[in-house]
């Protein structure tokens, strides 16, 4: 890959300050958010104001396929998102101004402009909008896709809101995973990704389940997605939230009497792994229907503590007797302060969550637990999960989230937690994992609040 470099901006100050990238590099940048495998953002602090700039670690061959075969054809990840961005701007959308692209030793590189305003996750998790907003925000994304900008990376963190609340000005970023095709109805496969983006990039906000269809319903409208089309994306999206789900009548006294061949087996795991001592406090979150509570108190010798977002769930284990001190929360945002507890012990949870909400929830047993957490998951290399992602290819819902043992291992690293000990179920055939973690010494939570 030959390096190349292509100024964008028409403004002469700008020209100057982005000339080369060695220019662009000159100025103090800083993680405009978390990295991922193949790329990350960098907010740059430059004499024009505030830029971004993304760079990409090559082109996987796939996206270069698709880039080669449809609008608007481009050679790398940085050209896609410069044309896409483009045609958004001529036809009238609002999105981030381009500056420069280019590519250099094997990674490629967009640069932009900030936008103004704040993201529609940022004013959500601020409790700052208008109930009108959102649905604005929907026919909006829904419209793009109607005019042939099928822009399924949509989510709550991608569209900036600026301007008076009575008419705001909607603009998105994000864009280099684009296609443009012709107006008409969006293609269900790209919808059904944007809608799983927004509900991902939200979920951790605790949002109740009806704004959340009503969103949903006007974006597949607005995209002239209706009837029978409609239904089927909106049955197949992943559930809203894990605790909401038990509400239902009758739905937490069905889980507290599944299988209990099973349950006894994945008692067994966890004793298997179990670091507490005598008299410690635990919180078990979310305690589901207290399954845990005769091992923990009568085996283990822990007060125990029960935390669950479903008050269905706190009411069936007290029904079935399984008494202790519950408190109905957030499992990523307990009322509770650091080092709370001695240990937290997440047990059939994390395979609930997509990865960012995966994250959130481990620093958050982190910032709780003095000495140790110990989690289930489901591992990626199963033959259950290779049942899971054929059905999810072929259109089904993603309902269940996968990790591996090493991802974990990071994930609390950054916490000062070290894995003690680990089982599974039957390794490689059936899912489920356990790990217990504990605090190594000096070890602080990377979530700590003040």
Request: proline letters at 8%; hydrophobic letters at 45%.
């Amino acid at each position: 890959m030959a390096n190349h470099w292509q100024v964008l901006s028409e403004l002469d100050d700008e020209r100057a300050a982005f000339a080369d990238l060695a220019a662009v590099r000159r100025w103090p940048a800083e993680p405009a958010g978390p990295p991922n495998r193949r790329r990350h953002v960098e907010r740059l602090r430059t004499p024009t104001g505030i830029c971004y700039l993304k760079v990409f670690r090559g082109t996987q061959w796939r996206n270069r396929l698709h880039f080669l075969l449809t609008a608007p054809r481009a050679s790398d990840d940085a050209e896609r998102e410069w044309r896409v961005t483009a045609a958004l701007r001529a036809s009238g959308f609002a999105a981030p101004r381009p500056l420069a692209l280019g590519r250099a030793a094997g990674r490629v590189y967009y640069l932009c402009a900030e936008l103004p305003g704040r993201s529609l996750r940022e004013l959500l998790a601020a409790g700052a909008v208008d109930p009108a907003l959102p649905r604005a925000i929907a026919s909006h994304c829904g419209a793009l896709f109607a005019q042939g900008f099928e822009l399924p990376d949509l989510s709550a963190d991608h569209v900036y809101v600026s301007g008076p609340p009575t008419a705001p000005t909607l603009a998105v970023l994000d864009l280099h995973n684009g296609t443009l095709r012709a107006p008409g109805p969006g293609r269900p496969r790209a919808l059904r990704r944007m809608l799983r983006r927004f509900a991902r990039s939200v979920r951790e906000l605790a949002l109740p389940r009806w704004p959340v269809l009503v969103f949903a319903v006007r974006a597949l409208r607005a995209a002239g997605c209706r009837g029978d089309a409609a239904r089927v994306l909106l049955r197949r999206l992943p559930p809203w939230a894990t605790a909401q789900r038990y509400e239902v009548a009758g739905k937490s006294r069905a889980y507290a009497e599944r299988n209990p061949a099973r349950a006894e087996r994945e008692l067994a795991l966890l004793a298997a792994v179990w670091p507490g001592r005598p008299g410690e406090t635990v919180l078990d979150l979310p305690c589901g229907a207290g399954r845990l509570l005769p091992l923990l108190q009568q085996r283990f010798g822990h007060r125990v503590l029960h935390g669950d977002g479903a008050l269905a769930m706190l009411q069936q284990a007290r029904q079935a007797g399984l008494v202790a001190p519950a408190v109905q929360a957030d499992a990523l945002a307990m009322p509770f302060h650091d080092r709370a507890v001695d240990g937290v012990v997440m047990f059939r949870f994390l395979h609930h969550l997509a990865p960012d909400a995966r994250a959130a929830a481990i620093a958050e047993a982190c910032r709780l637990a003095r000495r140790f957490v110990v989690v289930s998951f489901f591992h990626r290399c199963s033959a259950h999960q290779l049942r899971r992602a054929l059905r999810t290819a072929f259109g089904g819902p993603a309902t269940r989230f996968a990790t591996t043992l090493g991802a974990l291992r990071r994930s609390f690293a950054a916490h000062g937690f070290a894995p003690r000990r680990h089982r599974a179920e039957l390794p490689f055939a059936r899912d489920l994992w356990l790990v217990a973690f504990e605090r190594t010494a000096g070890g602080a939570s990377a979530g700590s609040r003040p």
